[in-house]
């Protein structure tokens, strides 16, 4: 179900069990501002979610409150990401859903990456 994007940051969220290490992920990166690993039920060849470190319920909430480093932090890590898989030169899609109109289902902030094959339209209607 879409969770209200606007609501405090709930510790108990499955992303950030995963970012505690509480239940198991499959890893695709680290590093001091990022985890990223691949979501369970895939969308495209390659489908990875990108979460910052920092407790963050939404794009909303870390656009308004992180602080410059950590969203340096974890933009260039959602960029790093892609090029290290070989995504810049075929391309790739990036995809952050925020609130009930948006279809969030989990309050942890992610980006999601999507590539490995070409992705058609924008958004399915
Ligand atoms: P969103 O609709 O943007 O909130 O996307 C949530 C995403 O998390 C979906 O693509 C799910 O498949 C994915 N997801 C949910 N639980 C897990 C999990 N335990 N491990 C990996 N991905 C998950």
Redesign the pocket.
């Known amino acids: 179900m879409a969770i209200d994007a606007t609501q405090p940051y709930d510790d108990d969220n ?1 992303f950030g069990k ?1 970012l505690r290490g509480e ?1 198991p ?1 499959t890893k695709v990166y680290e590093d001091e501002w990022a985890y990223a ?5 895939p ?1 495209a060849k390659i ?1 990875t ?1 990108v979460i910052p470190r920092g407790r963050y319920v939404s794009w909303d909430d870390f656009s308004a409150h992180a602080s410059a480093e950590e969203i340096a932090g974890f933009v260039r890590a959602v960029g790093k990401i892609a090029r290290e898989n070989g995504l810049v030169e075929p391309g790739y899609r990036l ?3 925020v609130g009930p109109h ?5 309050p942890h902030l ?1 980006v ?1 990456i999507f590539g490995g094959e070409p992705l058609g339209r924008m958004i399915a209607k």
Do not use: P, R
Request: hydrophobic share 40%; net charge negative.
């Open positions: 499955i995963i239940i992920s690993f691949e979501d369970i039920n969308q489908h979610l995809l952050a859903n948006g279809g969030q289902e989990v992610h999601h």
